[in-house]
C-alpha cells in the first residue's frame, strides 16, 4: 500500500494512504540504501506499508520510493546527513528582521543547498519590528540576483495574500531558524493547520516551544511541510572545491580565474576577488561564502580522522 509520510516522531510514522492514516514503523533495522543518514524516513516521503493483519491502524514501512528532490542538512552531532523534507516544489525561507536577530547567512546557506535542486522563496516576517539599513541591502542583495523576497506581518497581516498566491497548488516547506514566526505565519494562510506557535524567549532571543519535527499537512490549494526550527544549516553533497557552483553571483566569473581549481580565497588571478574588490560581488555574500567553506573543510577533516580511527 503506497502513502505519503506526514511526520515522524521517536522511529514512528504518520503515514496517510487512500484507506486512512496509519501509524508505522520501519520493517527491519533500515531501509536498504547507498547512505546511511540520521533519518531513513522525512515528510514528503513516498512509502510502501504493510497494515497489521488485525486492522488496528498500525503498520510497517518496508520500503521508500525514489525522491524527487531533497532538503537536507549534516547533522553535526550525529555526523551523518539529516534529511528534512522531500519531494517538494518550492522552498521557503523565513526570517525576521530584530526578533530574533536578521541572520542573512542563514539564508545563504539554505540558498546554496536548493541552488539546482528547487527554487526558493525568502520571507521577510514580522515587519512591524524596526529594523536596520542592513536589512534592507541585503533584501535588494538577494533580489539582484533572481531571487523572490516578500515581506510579511502576521500582525497587521501584511504580504498574507502574496505569500498565498506563491505556495498555491505546491509543496511549500518552511524552514528558519526557532521564533521567526513560521507557525504563526502558517497558522495565518490556513487555520485549520495543525502547526504549534511558539514564543520568543528574552533570555536567549529565540523561539520557545516551536515545532520540533517536520510536519506536513495539506490546505485547499496545495501542500505546506513546517520543519523544527534549526540553528544551522550545513549543506550537504557539496565538495569545497564546487561550493562556488551553487553561489548564484559567483557563477559569471568562475571560468574567468587563473587557476582551473580556485576556491577563490588565497589563489592569484582569482576573478571572484576581483569582483568583490570592485563590489560586483558584495563583501557579506563573500565571507558567508568563506564560513561556508571553511565548515565544510573542517567536516571533511574530521570524517577522515573517524575513519581512520
Known amino acids: 500500500m503506497r502513502g505519503l509520510v506526514l511526520y515522524g516522531i521517536n522511529n514512528i510514522y504518520t503515514v496517510k494512504s487512500d484507506s486512512g492514516l496509519f501509524e508505522c514503523r520501519i520493517k527491519g533495522k533500515q531501509l536498504k540504501s547507498e547512505r546511511r543518514d540520521y533519518n531513513p524516513i522525512c515528510s514528503g516521503d513516498f512509502v510502501e506499508i504493510e497494515e497489521d493483519e ?9 520500503s521508500r520510493h525514489d525522491r524527487g528532490n531533497s532538503f537536507a542538512r549534516w547533522n553535526r552531532k550525529r555526523g551523518r546527513i539529516q534529511t528534512i523534507a522531500s519531494n517538494i516544489d518550492l522552498l521557503v525561507c523565513i526570517l525576521s528582521p530584530e ?32 529594523s536596520n539599513p542592513e536589512v534592507d541591502k541585503r533584501i535588494s542583495n538577494w533580489e539582484s540576483m533572481g531571487y523572490k523576497v516578500i515581506r510579511t506581518s502576521v500582525k497587521t497581516g ?4 502574496e505569500l498565498k498566491n506563491q505556495i498555491k497548488g505546491k509543496t511549500a516547506a518552511f524552514v528558519g531558524q526557532s521564533g521567526v514566526g513560521k507557525s504563526s505565519l502558517l ?40 520543519t523544527p526550527g ?23 566569473y568562475i ?16 576573478a ?38
Open 54 to 62: 488485525n486492522h488496528t491502524g498500525k503498520g510497517m514501512i518496508t
Open 99 to 130: 526578533s530574533p536577530p536578521f541572520r542573512p547567512r542563514f539564508a545563504d546557506r539554505v540558498l546554496v543547498n536548493a541552488e539546482d535542486n528547487f527554487p526558493v522563496l525568502i520571507v521577510l516576517n514580522k515587519i512591524d519590528q524596526e
Open 158 to 161: 501584511f504580504g498574507i495574500e
Open 187 to 226: 497558522n495565518s494562510i490556513e487555520p485549520g493547520l495543525k502547526f504549534r506557535v511558539g514564543s520568543v524567549s528574552e533570555k536567549f532571543n529565540k523561539g520557545t516551544h516551536t515545532t520540533c519535527y517536520a510536519v506536513l499537512d495539506t490546505w485547499d490549494d496545495g501542500v505546506i511541510i513546517d
Open 230 to 252: 534549526i540553528k544551522e544549516i550545513d549543506p550537504v553533497g557539496i565538495e569545497p572545491e564546487t561550493l562556488s557552483h551553487f553561489m548564484r553571483d559567483f557563477k559569471p
Open 255 to 270: 571560468g574567468e580565474c587563473t587557476h582551473s581549481v580556485c576556491l577563490h580565497r588565497d589563489e592569484p588571478g582569482c
Open 272 to 309: 571572484v576577488k576581483d569582483a568583490v574588490e570592485n563590489e560586483e560581488i558584495s563583501a557579506e555574500r563573500y565571507n558567508s561564502y568563506l564560513r561556508i567553506l571553511s565548515d565544510l573543510e573542517i567536516r571533511i577533516k574530521q570524517n577522515k580522522y573517524r575513519k581512520e580511527v
